[in-house]
């Protein structure tokens, strides 16, 4: 059965066995070019550690905002002097005189900077208090504060924009720090020029499916001990500059790739190789036979507990959205936010939320947002806080007061059925307008007192949810690799044919669904796809290549996406020897980083690969001491804020009170608009149409053949391998993967955009125990989402219970002739 597939993937070993000069003959143009700049950097140039992607994409936009990373020291790294570099561009329309970047670390104000609004990149540097940075996670947020020039509408915030610079933003670490040099320091890695995380395997020579099958496990542990949240993998020869080098085999396979390096004992092995100049830091697997590979595998699989500073630990809940499995109170603070005064006209924050992938999204109950804060006297009559899930608007909130007002519990309701499996962004908007700024004077650049408060000691509370998955749901799979890894199942990796392109961009999707599950999926590999009910399947391949029986099945069908890609050629078998290279991705240029685009897909043709850039290219011109810099404090404690604003709104009994009052009418206000929307709600699904257009770059679908995780076939398809390995590296970006939803999605690889098609059919899976309880709340949210029904069921038993009474009336009692 595998015949074909052990041929090519030996073809596909022979290609890129392990010798110098075949491996310096395969290297990227690109990357040489890079490393020989790097060897004509004088010698004590410092190192860039670069700060990973994530889902905000390095772009602080509105009057505020605040990005937040989880940055892994190793002991040495933060013994060392630190000196953080930051590049960025900004809109033209930022004010310099009133608008600043704030620099934290680990709850610490370290510095604080006027925005300068220039034509070109602007590159900064700042000291790193000595002891500050503790071995493992630190917490680094970098924050905005942006006032526009000439326009104080609520509509110009939308112009403000800075643009942070992957490629020159991190952490300069001394000349000679060589990085990670043991397993437990592999998160100390340094992302690439866009913050993902390169990975290449090495495959020995004569490679079996087994080996492949091994590289899956390994890099499914290394995504995970490194809480990577955009790894790429390829497969070829060594590589140099960011990332890391997976060397998986037995000792007499991979001596020609480490010399003697590899060693000469019997027992299975894994250790790391530090960086060199010409290569990447290098994770060896090896033992003598495939048992010992297996044992030496397994060390990598168990993990370590992550260490670090408690606010680095905080944000690496944060970062991957808190985990929240209902009925349950979680503070802002725990979630990324932090307390803020605000002087502006539009206050936004926002933070994420990731919800079991088996919770039941209807309206049968609410989550509550009880926010502690306040607002300034002298606002005008449409003041207001309205609060998004998703990018919906759910709930609005008047500021009625012309006095202000100081709060502890300001409750705004958020319907459940806003929210989806998986991961979720609410964000927290107050516009805050003054008579004052229809004139939008001179005077605007002054500092204004503040007029919002938000304190993180604000939490959010959900009750109890239901607990069954519905499939398909491309969200669930996305968020938390369901039911690719809940199948009772073994689960298929299917590749039809697995040429380099496709392998890599199969193995790029595996990586980034066990960062979402939080554990490692076995995948058995193999070129096609199990019969119904022998387990889940995620299948990666050319849709030449595909089944069209599959393609049919799954809602897909050669006919659309030979319209949306032209004829698609015949199956081409083995295409390990003469698959194109794809060519080297271009750097971002200042215009590029001036487009809203995520930074794996700008400026990237189909047939695109990511450029591994070297963490050590020379070092731009910078300012090492900004003359602009102003001395960074941070907000007073919580006690002391409230204490303020309740003497700046003037908090009298009186005005207690009459807030009492508003409370009520406003409580009372929002139970009737619940009660009637109960009746008056009705879902419509959205007419299911084909997504794929010429734009389009990689197709995903998803369809369920027998209501259980062994039915789920999960499919990702691309014109051609190239194209298939491009659109997997930009579909992975933490700002595009967290879109995925529906039963079909297609990707346009250009800017990111996805456009989706639901499941108007989706069948239930049992997850939990169906407790009273748990089928109490499926039965209401059920309901909920077929209000058709329950109107009739409720109209139903109205007439039973009239026509019960009318009888029971004629039939009880003495009766009167």
């Known amino acids: 059965m595998f015949g074909a597939l052990r041929s090519t993937l030996c073809a596909a070993a022979l290609a890129v066995a392990a010798t110098p000069a075949l491996a310096q003959a395969d290297a990227n143009p690109a990357a040489v070019g890079a490393d020989a700049s790097s060897a004509a950097a004088p010698a004590s140039a410092p190192i860039l550690r670069r700060l990973a992607n994530n889902a905000a994409r ?12 989880a ?21 033209v329309s ?36 000595a002891s500050l940075m503790k071995p493992g996670y630190n917490a680094v947020r970098i924050s905005a504060d942006q006032r526009h020039r000439v326009d104080c509408s609520l509509a110009a915030t939308y112009e403000l924009w800075t643009q942070i610079d992957a490629a020159a933003t991190g952490l300069l670490l001394p000349a000679d720090d060589r990085g990670p040099a043991s397993l437990a320091d592999l998160p100390a890695l340094s992302p690439d020029d866009r913050g993902a995380m390169p990975i290449r395997a090495v495959l020995p020579s004569h490679a079996t499916k087994e080996d492949v099958e091994r590289v899956l496990r390994a890099i499914q542990a290394i995504a995970l001990a490194g809480r990577f949240a955009q790894p790429l993998v390829d497969f070829g020869p060594p590589a140099d500059g960011a990332g890391l080098n997976l060397v998986i085999g037995a000792r007499t396979q991979i001596a020609g790739v480490l010399g003697d390096g590899v060693g000469s004992s019997a027992e299975p092995k894994i250790f790391m190789q530090p960086a060199r100049p010409n290569r990447r830091a290098t994770l060896v697997v090896t033992g003598s036979d495939s048992a010992q590979l297996d044992g030496a595998l397994s060390e990598l699989v168990a993990g370590e507990a992550p260490k670090g500073a408690p606010a680095g630990l905080r944000a690496i809940q944060a970062s991957a959205g808190y985990q929240i499995d209902g009925g349950q109170s979680v503070q802002l603070r725990q979630m990324g936010v932090v307390s803020q005064e605000f002087s502006g006209r539009l206050f936004r924050a926002a933070f994420a939320i990731n919800m079991p992938t088996d919770f039941y999204a209807a309206d049968y109950g609410k989550a509550i947002l009880d926010l502690a804060g306040g607002y300034a006297p002298g606002l005008r009559g449409e003041a207001e806080i309205a609060v998004s899930v998703n990018g919906r608007e759910t709930t609005t909130l008047r500021l009625p007061r012309a006095s202000g007002e100081v709060y502890q519990h300001n409750e705004v309701p958020l319907p459940l059925g806003s929210m989806k499996p998986g991961l ?28 919002f408060l938000l304190l993180d000691s604000s939490s959010l509370t959900l009750p109890g949810i239901a607990r069954i998955a519905r499939s398909p749901d491309l969200a669930a799979t996305a968020m938390g690799a369901f039911p690719l890894n809940g199948a009772r199942k073994p689960t298929a990796l299917v590749v039809p044919a697995p040429d380099k392109a496709t392998l890599s961009a199969a193995a790029t999707l595996v990586a980034r669904l066990a960062g979402a599950s939080g554990r490692v999926t076995d995948y058995t590999l193999t070129p096609a796809p199990p019969a119904t009910g022998e387990g889940s399947a995620l ?33 081409s078998g083995d295409r390990s020897e003469d698959s194109p290279q794809a060519p080297a991705r271009k750097a971002l240029t200042g215009a590029a980083l001036r487009r809203d685009r995520p930074l794996s897909c700008e400026n990237a043709p189909s047939s695109a690969r990511p450029r591994m850039v ?3 290219d020379p070092a731009p011109a910078v300012d090492r001491a900004p003359v602009n810099a102003i001395p960074a404090k941070g907000l007073e404690p919580e006690s002391s804020l409230i204490a303020q604003w309740n003497e700046r709104v003037g908090d009298t009994l009186t005005a207690r009170t009459l807030r009492g009052f508003d409370n009520t009418l406003e409580w009372a206000s929002l139970r009737y608009r619940d009660g009637v929307g109960l009746f008056t709600r ?20 998803q369809a369920n053949f027998d209501s259980s995780p062994d039915g789920v076939v999960t499919l990702v398809t691309a014109p051609n391998g190239p194209a298939l390995l491009a659109a997997a590296t930009c579909l992975v970006d933490p700002g595009v993967w967290q879109n995925l939803n529906g039963r079909i999605a297609a990707l346009d690889a250009s800017d990111g955009s996805i456009q989706s098609v639901p499941a108007e059919h989706a069948s239930f899976i049992v997850t939990a125990p169906l407790s009273p309880a748990n089928a109490r709340l499926i039965a209401a949210g059920w309901l909920s989402l077929n209000s058709d029904i329950y109107v009739s069921l409720a109209f139903v038993l109205v007439l039973l219970l009239a026509g019960s009474t009318t009888w029971f009336v004629r039939n009880v009692g003495r009766s009167h002739e």
């Not at 040495?76 to 570099?85: H, L, S």
């Not at 009133?98 to 700042?126: G, H, W, Y």
């Not at 605007?444 to 007029?451: D, K, L, S, Y």
């Open 71 to 91: 940055i892994f020291l190793t002991d040495a790294q933060a013994g060392g002097p630190i000196r953080f570099r930051l590049g960025y561009v900004t809109a």
């Open 424 to 451: 979720n962004r609410i964000e927290i908007a107050a516009e805050l307008p003054k008579p004052e700024d229809a004139s939008c004077a001179a005077s605007a650049a002054a500092p204004e007192p503040p007029r």
């Open 58 to 69: 390095f772009r602080l936009a509105g009057e505020i905002a605040s990005i937040e990373w």
């Open 614 to 616: 070297s963490s050590l």
């Open 682 to 701: 009705r879902f419509v699904a959205p007419q299911a149409s084909t997504v794929l257009t010429k734009r389009s770059s990689l197709a995903i679908a």
């Open 539 to 571: 299948v990666v391949g050319v849709a030449a290549d595909l089944p069209p029986k599959l393609l049919e099945a799954i809602g897909l069908s050669k006919d659309a996406l030979a319209a949306a890609w032209g004829q698609l050629p015949a199956s």
């Open 94 to 129: 930022v004010m310099p005189e009133a608008s600043t970047l704030k620099l934290t670390i680990n709850d610490t104000p370290v510095a604080t900077m006027q925005i300068l609004a220039t034509p070109q990149e602007r590159v900064v540097e700042f000291d790193v208090p």
